[in-house]
């Protein structure tokens, strides 16, 4: 059995990314085979979030524990609270030959690169910044003051595009989804991941 993808998706806060993991998770033709690693994150739950669905909502202590004993692939401190990717929601998987996807920011990218350098990685831009600071806005769940902060960070991370395999941009929602749905479609048709398969059909012509 093949090993299974590291899928990275990326973007400023704001800028939709986990409105587009959602949708291909949705996906039966994807969703079925493809893991959400959920991460960790000492923030408060917004309205409608669910421990273990959406974050494992820890405090500082259960966090760092956690960061102590090498348990998290990644972890940053974003907007004044910590985020980690927990190596047991990624790690079994991809021996087990399942695709795993994670919603993580710039930095946390950065890290996970720095481990799993064959990890494909996609960022998510929004059309504009108008258009960014409008979604921030509209979803009332950050101060003015935050809303300032997170604009000023999305350039910053923005700016590291290059470090990326793909990059969407969130204009049109259906062709964002079909676009990142794409994007997993098409690596699991790569020649590495269809080897065992390739080499036993090439066996069944032998002579």
Do not use: C
């Not at 493809?34 to 739950?45: A, C, Q």
């Not at 990685?121 to 979803?139: D, G, H, Q």
């Not at 079909?178 to 398969?197: P, Q």
Request: glycine share 8%; charged share 30%.
């Amino acid at each position: 059995m093949s090993r299974g993808d590291l899928f990275i998706v990326s973007s400023p806060s704001g800028a939709g990314k986990t409105t587009l993991i959602r949708r291909v998770l949705d996906d039966p033709r994807i969703g079925g085979t493809l893991h959400f690693s959920v991460s960790h994150t000492t923030r408060p739950p917004r309205t409608g979030e669910r421990d273990g669905i959406e974050y494992h909502f820890v405090d500082g202590a259960g966090f760092r524990a956690i960061e102590v004993r090498g348990g998290f692939l990644e972890w940053a401190v974003v907007h004044g609270n910590l985020y980690g990717t927990s190596r047991a929601e990624v790690e079994p998987r991809l021996e087990r030959g399942l695709d795993v996807l994670l919603d993580i920011d710039v930095q946390g990218a950065r890290q996970v690169r720095s481990h799993v350098p064959e990890a494909v990685k996609v960022i998510v831009f929004p059309p504009s910044r108008e258009v960014l600071e409008a979604r921030l806005k509209a979803r009332a769940s950050d101060t003015p003051e935050v809303v300032v902060r997170r604009l000023a960070a999305a350039r910053k991370e923005m700016e590291e595009w290059g470090e990326f395999d793909y990059a969407i941009i969130n204009e049109d929602l259906e062709a964002a989804v079909d676009e990142l749905r794409s994007i997993l479609v098409a690596r699991r048709a790569g020649k590495s991941r269809r080897r065992e398969r390739l080499e036993a059909i090439l066996r069944s012509f032998a002579p």
